[in-house]
C-alpha cells in the first residue's frame, strides 16, 4: 500500500499551502462532525513556522463551520513537559491576540485546541479524548444552561430570532495515537488510522481523505523534500532512541537501588541514571527536561554531582 507522509510533518511543511486547505478541512470535517468546515486562511503566530528547528510543531487557523460561526483551530502536536498547561497558555493567548483593544467582549474569538499526540498522556482507556467547561450545580449535578438570541432575519418584514446555546470557552481534543488500536468505527478513524500508520485504510470514504491520499504521498516529493523527510525521520528514530536506552538503564539503577535502600530512595536513584545517561550520551538539558518532566533546576543538581 502506498505510504504517505507523517501527519506531523504535513502539519509543519505541507498544510499551510493554501492548495492543500482540502486536506485540514477533511480532517476536521471528521473530528469536530460537520460536513461544511471550511478553512479561510492560516492566522499569524509564533507556532506557524517553517523552519526545520523550530520550537514550535503547530498550525493555527481559522475556519467557518456550518452555523457561519469564525472559529480558531490551533493544531500541535509538540511533546511538551507540563502538556495541559502549555493546551491552556496556548488557547488564553490567541484569545487575547485576537481581541481588538477595546472591542465589545461579545466579540471574543471562539477558540478549538486538536492535540495530535505521538505519545500517552496520563491515564485513560481511550485514544480520542474531549474537554469543555461546563458549569454543573454543586447540589443538583444539572448543566447551566446560558443561551444567546440570534437573527435568522426577516420573512414578511417581521425578524425572526432563535436561542442557541452559548459556547464561548475553548474546547479541547486530544488525539492519542499511540493508543489507538487500528479499528475504523467513525469517520474521525480513517484519520487517525492513516496518522498513525502513515497509510490510507483500503475503503476509507471520510471527506477528502481521498486528497490527503493524492497531496501527502511520498512518492510525489521532489529530492529535497524527500531529503529533509529523512533527515526528520532519522532524527525522531535516534531521539527515541537515546531516550528508550537512557530509561532503560535509570529503570535498572532504580531497582537496584530500590532493593538495597528502600523503594523511595531507588526511585529516586533511577530518575538520577536516566538524566546522566542522557547526559553522557550528549543529549541537551531542554531535551532532557522535555521527555522526563524534570526542571532543569534539578536536571543541573544531577549534572553537578557527576
Sequence with gaps: MEKVIRFDWAIKHILRNKANFDVLEGFLSALLEDEEIKVLKLLESEGNQEEEDSKFNRVDIMIEDSQHRKIIVEIQNCREVDYLERLLYGTSKIIVENQKLGEDFQNLSKVISISVMYFNLGLGDDYLYYGATDFKGMNTGHSLKIRKRVELGCEDLEKKYKLIDKKIFPEYYLIQVERYHNQV??????????????????????????????????????????????????????????????????????????????????????????????????????????????????????????
Design 185 to 306: 468505527r467513525k469517520a474521525i478513524d480513517e484519520w487517525i488510522y492513516m496518522i498513525k500508520n502513515n497509510e490510507i485504510k483500503e475503503g476509507s470514504k471520510s471527506r477528502n481523505i481521498d486528497k490527503a491520499k493524492e497531496k501527502l504521498s511520498e512518492m510525489n516529493m521532489s529530492k529535497e523534500e524527500k531529503a529533509r523527510y529523512e533527515r526528520y525521520l532519522m532524527n525522531l528514530a535516534i531521539e527515541r532512541n537515546v531516550v528508550n536506552t537512557a530509561k532503560e538503564e535509570g529503570i535498572e539503577e532504580g531497582r537496584k537501588e530500590g532493593r538495597e535502600e528502600g523503594l523511595k530512595e531507588g526511585m529516586e536513584e533511577g530518575r538520577k541514571a536516566i538524566v546522566i545517561s542522557m547526559i553522557k550520551t550528549g543529549v541537551p538539558i531542554e531535551t532532557i527536561s522535555k521527555y522526563t518532566g524534570l526542571s532543569i533546576d534539578k536536571i543541573k543538581q544531577y549534572c553537578d554531582e557527576l
